[in-house]
């Protein structure tokens, strides 16, 4: 069983904060890092039953609560089996919380991919949207954080591999 979680705080309210969920795969999205992934992208506006997803990665919106949380189901690659989901909550007066959590088993060729490929890109790609709403919350620049040696290369192999098709 993979369990994987991202925290972050930020100085905001709720309501602002959640604009950040409510964004998401819009042309106007304040969470994901498009910019530098893969965008993320729906068949249909945010809400439950749109299906898309990310890169190779599909899922299906299980849940949305505008504003608080957002859960999806994995679709491919095959042999996740699970959800990942964003969520919001207020800890203090002023401070937002935000998690990312996945929750999955991996079968297959994935309990090879996962530990090795996947964890490593999804880790990146988390905190630099994070990194991302926390630049929007703040009204400050976003900061470009510099990929780990082994983020890049995989990337890179990613990347060579598109064009090759």
Same mark, same amino acid.
């Given at each position: 069983?993979? @369990?994987?979680?991202?925290?972050? +705080?930020?100085?905001?309210?709720? =309501? &602002?904060?959640? @604009?950040?969920?409510?964004?998401?795969? =819009?042309?106007? +999205?304040?969470?994901?890092?498009?910019?530098?992934?893969?965008?993320?992208? #729906?068949? &249909?506006? !945010?809400?439950?039953? *749109? *299906?898309?997803?990310?890169?190779?990665?599909?899922? /299906?919106?299980? $849940?949305?609560?505008?504003?608080?949380?957002?859960? #999806?189901?994995?679709? $491919?690659?095959?042999?996740?089996?699970?959800?990942?989901?964003?969520?919001?909550? $207020?800890?203090?007066?002023?401070?937002?919380?935000?998690?990312?959590? /996945?929750?999955?088993?991996?079968?297959? *060729?994935?309990?090879?991919?996962?530990?090795?490929?996947?964890?490593?890109?999804?880790? *990146? !790609? /988390? $905190?630099?949207?994070?990194?991302?709403?926390?630049?929007?919350?703040?009204? &400050?620049?976003?900061? &470009?954080?510099?990929? =780990?040696?082994?983020?890049?290369? !995989?990337?890179? !192999?990613?990347?060579?591999?598109? @064009?090759?098709?």
């Amino acid at each position: 069983m993979v @369990t994987n979680i991202h925290v972050r +705080d930020f100085h905001a309210s709720l =309501s &602002q904060a959640g @604009t950040l969920l409510d964004s998401l795969s =819009s042309k106007d +999205d304040k969470l994901w890092p498009y910019d530098r992934w893969s965008p993320m992208k #729906f068949d &249909q506006p !945010l809400g439950i039953g *749109a *299906a898309g997803g990310h890169g190779m990665i599909r899922y /299906i919106v299980e $849940e949305f609560r505008p504003g608080h949380f957002v859960s #999806f189901r994995f679709t $491919e690659p095959r042999g996740f089996i699970g959800t990942h989901a964003f969520d919001l909550r $207020e800890v203090s007066p002023g401070v937002v919380r935000i998690r990312h959590v /996945i929750r999955m088993k991996l079968k297959g *060729a994935a309990r090879i991919w996962w530990p090795l490929v996947i964890r490593w890109l999804h880790d *990146a !790609l /988390i $905190e630099d949207a994070f990194d991302k709403a926390e630049a929007y919350i703040s009204s &400050q620049p976003m900061k &470009q954080r510099t990929l =780990s040696l082994w983020v890049r290369l !995989l990337r890179h !192999l990613f990347k060579r591999k598109r @064009t090759r098709r």
